[in-house]
Nanobody
């Protein structure tokens, strides 16, 4: 059974930082591209970033490029998203996904709230 469990969300002021984590199980993590999506209140899901399984190639949405960093630890089956220079519009539920883009599995998500 595929499981994706996120953690690390919270409330932060504009300009602050957070590190999100996603624990993956139930599939061969090291071979699988992974990513993050987010959903702001009252809006649809937005793809944020993806990372390849083996070569570590990364992709970012223009809205987060230069501020967010995706990474993974294949030995621990862990996916991460470092969020820096957070803005009010980064508020939302962040979920990790299996595969490119929106993926075929998505975790329950962890809430990020940016507020002054």
């Amino acid at each position: 059974e595929v499981q994706l469990v996120e953690s690390g969300g919270g409330m932060v002021q504009p300009g602050g930082s957070l590190r999100l984590s996603c624990a993956a199980s139930g599939f061969t993590f090291s071979d699988t591209p992974m990513g993050w999506v987010r959903q702001a209140p009252g809006k649809g899901s937005e793809w944020v970033s993806s990372i390849d399984g083996s070569n570590g190639r990364t992709l970012y949405a223009d809205s987060v490029k230069g501020r967010f960093t995706i990474s993974r630890d294949n030995a621990k089956n862990m996916l991460y998203l470092q969020l820096n220079s957070l803005k009010l519009e980064d508020t939302g539920l962040y979920s990790c996904t299996r595969g490119w883009g929106g993926g075929d599995y998505r975790g329950q998500g962890t809430q990020v709230t940016v507020s002054s």
